[in-house]
């Protein structure tokens, strides 16, 4: 039991406070006609009113700034030149064909007349070869004493102890008889391998008048412009 005199203590209550009072509506009043309502389209845009930041001085300054030469500029368009037109000639019905190198001069000799035919008929039977084939072209016959042979070459090169014994065997086995030959270095003038390069382009010049001079090659030169192949003309 509470002792006499004593009052319980007071509870403490949670309560929301009271809810404030709704504002009062209040009437809205129409223009009157004497007052039109202001149009939207008659108030001025709100970037009109912002203030104008462009400085004159500033815009001056940078346009009088000197451009650096050093630093990478952009690429500029590549200037157009005006390039000559050359007019192709017109075809002409005549072939203009490279002509071969001309031979070395030959002096004939009668020596040189009899070792020729020696050294054809040789290459006919394909009895010399290599060096020896060599030796007989590139030599020049000087003269003839019963079994000895004079025989001059350019390059000391040929002038070898085997090809020179070779070459004896061949003329041997030929019917030209125990041949020996004598051979020196010097100038020549006639000889095989001369006389043999005229008549090669005593012949590719025959050759080559006869393609120029044939109708149906004259008439594709004319009329389309056909040219020969250099080195393409051969002898058989």
Known sequence: AAPVGTK???MALDVPPPAAPAPKAEPVSEPSAAQPAASASDEPPPWEDWPDTTDDAEQEALASVP??????????APALRALPVREAPEPSARLDMPRAAAPAAVQATPEGDVWLEVVQGLLDQESITALVRELALQSQL?????AQWQLRVERETLNHAASRERLQAALLAAGHG????HIEVGPV?????????????EKMLAAQELIQNDPLVQAMVRDFGAKIVPGSIQLI
């Open 8 to 10: 319980p203590a007071p």
């Open 142 to 146: 000087l003269g003839r004493d019963g």
């Open 67 to 76: 451009v650096d030469a050093s630093l990478p500029q952009a690429p500029s």
């Open 178 to 181: 125990d041949v020996k030959l």
């Open 189 to 201: 003038t006639d000889s095989p391998a001369r006389r043999l390069a005229v008549k090669a382009a």
